[in-house]
């Protein structure tokens, strides 16, 4: 009995192009059934990124008023808002986007330290009214991949003699003095979310319902002058660019 060796020539009929044309279309089927969805989010995913900056529009004077159900407006007088530019630089709609502020640090002299009372919790999107639900105003539905940045508001600060109607009077400042009100979703009964005059650390984590979370760490400076002017105000408030970190703040730590 004799062995003849097999010429490659005979798997290349017809029938055996189809058969392996046939398993490679449902091996491919497969795959995309199993992992389909995984290589999209490699292929196609938000990219979330924040930038802070001293300028307009990144900082705009508000006339701030105080609505009553009488239908009653009372002036409470100019506060400097001061924000943070989020933008979406990846190739997919981001859906859900907050700016979640988990600790702030004040600088007490070549150290900083932990604001006990501080509540962590989301900062406001600008131009987002009382009117809307708690809910609507820290949560974006989307942000476009590509397009100009948003803001949301971090901080603002108002005209010291109208802090008090503005129920922004903290203990231990100077009734001339400013005070750093940040704009969290709360108002805290413990005047967490008041701060003076002084250096800061803040901690970000922009984050979207279908990407990564982004970690920044901002040094924030307020010397406790207030003015009218832009170009003086803007010398006694700085930010310095904010120093993007592989994870957040962890717990109480």
């Known amino acids: 009995m004799s062995c003849h060796p097999i010429s490659w020539c005979e798997f290349f009929t017809a029938e055996w192009l189809t058969a392996l044309g046939t398993v490679g279309a449902v091996v491919l089927a497969l795959s995309l059934a199993l992992y389909g969805e995984q290589v999209k989010r490699w292929t196609f995913h938000p990219a979330l990124r924040l930038r802070a900056h001293v300028r307009r529009p990144d900082a705009d004077k508000v006339s701030r008023w105080a609505q009553f159900q009488d239908g009653r407006r009372i002036d409470l007088g100019e506060s400097w808002y001061f924000r943070l530019a989020v933008s979406n630089d990846g190739n997919e709609t981001a859906e859900d986007v907050q700016v979640f502020l988990a600790k702030v640090e004040r600088k007490h002299g070549h150290k900083f330290e932990k604001v006990i009372r501080f509540t962590p919790m989301n900062l406001r999107w600008t131009n987002t009214d009382d009117e809307k639900t708690s809910r609507d105003r820290v949560t974006r539905p989307t942000l476009l991949a590509d397009t100009p940045a ?16 503005q129920g922004e009077d903290l203990a231990g400042v100077a009734p001339g003095g400013g005070v750093l009100a940040l704009d969290v979703q709360v108002a805290t009964y413990s005047n967490g979310h ?24 901002l040094e924030v400076s307020y010397s406790g002058k207030w003015s009218p002017e832009e170009k003086e105000m803007f010398d006694e408030f700085k930010m310095k660019p904010p120093e993007r970190v592989k994870r957040g703040p962890q717990g109480d730590e």
Do not use: M, R, W
């Open 150 to 165: 948003v803001y949301c508001d971090l901080v603002h600060i108002s005209d010291p003699t109208t802090k008090q109607a």
């Open 194 to 217: 008041l701060l003076e005059p002084g250096t800061y650390l803040f901690h970000l984590t922009v984050a979207a319902s279908n990407a990564p979370s982004a970690h920044y760490v």
